[in-house]
């Protein structure tokens, strides 16, 4: 059941920074994909800080193009490729396997609630079967909050069976630890990431692989150094400390409050840009977010150095 | 705030035959729409009921050509042209007006959840000023028990105020007939299309201007009838036939049990298939849905005359 070439550590689903007209600004998302790397965190690219579902099919495939094309490693990309359609998540990911990506993060069909398991297992098992690629390695988006469609610990069972190695993991962004426990004690071996740097060090230790975290964005090195410490004794401290940031964030809305740090901190308004539906934070909120981030000064020195900086 | 060229009557999201590839069935799907033209029941295709969210971009356009290509009015189509992405919302919707069809059902962007409506108004309003051609007729698409995302009437009203005439109407399907009867109180003289026959006659007193209804796949001609004789003293009893029916086909998931009841009484199996996410009615389900449907003879004239199938 272990995946070969099973992905682990640190991956950030990398906001995508556009221009006025809202088309996806290419090379400024390359420079930040490229810092979060040297930050030895991994390209989680078109997931849902991403504002991945509001790009097209063909956007996405161009980005990934040009990130490959720009020379960035396709082993640490680990790109969204679900869509609501079959097809279309078919076209995707057929195409990110080309490219030689170390894996892919798949939502299950969203628009449809209260789907059975096996119009749930036929679909992830139709993109398998039509892709075709042994190469292909799955990791199951688990995100009900968002997506409202669950991926249930019989269903991954069921796919384990019959895809045993394609099927490579989760990521788990239930925000509920017992359901991430489940899986860690249902699969062993397997890889499971949490949705969060919150509960990195309990996943570590009940074997997990690593996380994927929004605020990794941000915050990579100091979640890298967590990850990569979590048999240390000073884990628990290390622990608390990215928390601390974690739990500041999710005070604001999450992706917007990720693109004003951003923004602040790379010296660039044009990163608070976000595509519809979404929208940037207001002015109060974000005077807020700048104000209580000063004290996190420590999580920063990677931002602020890219930009050459100072706050 | 009225609509030039409104649409009205009932209208069918008329439902997606698959070949055993899960590739639409487009000169199947043609024939389909064609009969319901010849029931007076005009063409949503491309709605929840048809599985539009399973399908792609181009596997829409391309039907909607192919459609069009063979001769059926697209003055009495109202096709969804929505997706998360607002580059693929722009690019179908027009693609569909450039065809000339007398509107399009519009979605929410689906994928986030609690939005705002300032959100929302950008989204809408991109789609509309992309398009950027005054044959765009709208018609809001309100289904939060599927899209889990409202379309509340703050929004409606900052809408029609900043596109009067291009927002057209709205279907309104979150089965809550307080919430239809807000719209037409407080939009006299606008498109409001309730999301089933249940409550076409209030809707029509009301001055509301059809129904867009999943059973209008089975029961066009007696739906239709109900809609033109609204003002009629036998209206009620009318009314009181199509919600037997109606109510009867919610007892089953509403997908299936319509292709069910289309394969059966079109005499072809075919129809029975869903693409994924979604699955056909099981062996007992099937069963309990054909034995229930036999005291709704009545109903079913017009598919068993196309088909020539008596049962």
New interface residues.
Partial sequence: MTGRNQMGGVLSPVITPFKAD?SPDISKWIAQCRWLLSQNVGLAVFG?NSEA?????E?RMDMLDALVGAGLDPARMMPGTA??????SV?ATAHAVKLGVGGVLML??????G??D???F??FA?VIERVGDDRLRIYLYHIP????VPIPLGLIERLLKAYPGIVAGVKDSSGDWSNTKAMLEAFPGWGVFSGNELVLLKNMRGGGVGCISATANINPAAIHRLYDQWESPEAERMQGEVNALREFMQGFPMIPALKSTVAHYGGDPEWNRL?????ELSGEEQKSLLEGLRRFDFAMPGLAAKAGAAD
Same sequence: chains 1, 2.
């Fill in positions: 809202y849902t579902n509001s790009l097209s099919v956007e869509s609501c359609a079959l097809t279309d076209r299950p069909p969203f628009y449809y609630k789907v059975t096996e119009g749930l036929r679909c139709e909050p968002v997506s409202q595509r519809p539906p979404l929208v």
